[in-house]
């Protein structure tokens, strides 16, 4: 992909990008690229007609946690549902348990393992949440060890603090102790560490009310963090509005949002991310309002969401064969939605486009069509990496 805007996929032919440091110094058709800039052979890459893409950008995981759901998977497949299991204290809740149950080390590399996977399929900037600690000590740990596994896997990792996730089983029924916890003390205490960029809640009939996921983002907002939600993925309570009314960066699910939810997002220029994984990992029946997020000019993000409950998916070319076969997307709108349109939402300008002056981040392909990438199911035609400047693989 390049700057070009007439070619399907912004497409160079022939070309070259050529890095300096950790920028991309110069893109275009190899024969136009300035000698002075064209590397001595031994540090060219050379695809042999393959394809370069933005180093991909998987803009919500999930993916630091103890324990697996496999028991849980075989109870879905057996006819309990996801919200069964949840109101009977499994699901996440089960997932809290078995993360603060594990010492640090094991939920480090488990979690460098999961990332790895992710890198291993050309994706140098990955957003990863907290929200299996549901207490202070807890949360900022998972916060701790996701800035710490930037430095080990050498990508960006975008942090999120998702403590209104679930209620804890220690407050009960005491909604109102939990939401004054993580107002209170959780977010002061991880913006005053630095160890969050941005605040998510999740909006739903298991979850958090509307009310609730206001309360906490709106303490999130106040001290600087972006904001996120998971909206109308179950039913819809009119998280894509709040969302929009708050001006979070997006809103995230979607499967029951309503076209006003959806044109107040278009509105306030809050981007819909797609996670077409628990779509398909939970059975579901409704789809994302695609053809209406199209229609408004809502930027469609895609994402891989990896959590151990209900997206259990560690290869983001998956989530885009996902989005393409289960949303209607077109593979050059999922590719698009997990690097062009996924970086805005992390604020990170200078991705997601391979354009001179921005981040030398590059995934290249052995693919002879783009379309490609949304296509193969259980290949990895990932050919090298590169994350400012350096080669990862
Ligand atoms: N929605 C999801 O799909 C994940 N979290 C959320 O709010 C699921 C998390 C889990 O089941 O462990
Ligand atoms: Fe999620």
Request: net charge negative; glycine share 12%.
């Amino acid at each position: 992909m390049s700057p070009t805007e007439t070619e399907p996929y912004g497409a160079v032919r022939d070309g070259l990008v050529c890095v300096s440091g950790d920028r991309i110094a110069w893109v275009g058709p190899a024969p136009d690229a300035p000698a002075e800039l064209v590397a001595d052979p031994g540090a060219v890459i050379d695809l042999d007609g393959g394809w370069v893409t933005p180093g991909l950008v998987d803009a919500h995981t999930h993916l630091i946690f103890g324990g697996t759901r496999a028991r849980e998977f075989e109870q879905r497949l057996g006819g309990a549902t996801y919200e069964e299991i949840a109101r009977a204290g499994g699901g996440i809740l089960s997932t809290v348990a078995a993360t603060r149950d594990a010492d640090r080390g094991t939920l480090e590399r488990s979690g460098a393992g999961r990332l790895a996977r992710l890198v291993d399929h050309g994706v140098t900037t990955v957003e990863i949440k907290s929200g299996y600690g549901l207490d202070v000590e807890s949360e900022l740990r998972m916060l701790e060890i996701a800035r710490a596994l930037a430095e080990t896997a050498s990508v960006t990792v975008h942090t999120t603090l998702l403590g209104a996730h679930a209620l804890p089983p220690e407050f009960g029924d005491d909604r109102e102790g939990y939401l004054a916890l993580v107002c209170d003390e959780m977010i002061p205490e991880a913006v005053g560490r630095g160890l969050a960029d941005a605040v998510d809640a999740f909006c739903e009939g298991i979850a958090f009310s509307p009310t609730e996921c206001e309360r906490v983002l709106r303490a999130g907002g106040e001290r600087g963090l972006a904001l996120r939600l998971h909206a109308d993925q179950l039913s819809d309570t009119g998280g894509a509005g709040l969302a929009a009314r708050l001006g979070a960066r997006s809103a995230d699910h979607l499967e029951y949002a309503s076209v006003e939810g959806i044109e107040a997002m278009a509105e306030s220029g809050t981007a819909a991310v797609l996670l077409p994984g628990a779509y398909y990992f939970l059975g579901e029946r409704r789809r994302p309002p695609v053809d209406v997020l199209r229609s408004v000019g809502v930027p469609m993000v895609v994402a891989t969401d990896l959590n151990p409950g209900s997206s259990p998916v560690a290869s983001p070319l998956m989530a885009l064969n996902l989005a393409c076969v289960l949303f209607g997307l077109t593979p050059e709108e999922a590719l698009n939605g997990m690097t062009r349109s996924a970086a805005p939402v992390l604020a990170l300008e200078d991705r997601g486009v391979i354009r001179a002056g921005l981040r030398a981040d590059l995934a290249c392909w052995s693919v002879g069509h783009p379309a490609e990438l949304s296509y193969w199911i259980g290949a990895n035609p990932c050919a090298a990496v590169v994350c400012a400047g350096r080669r990862l693989r």
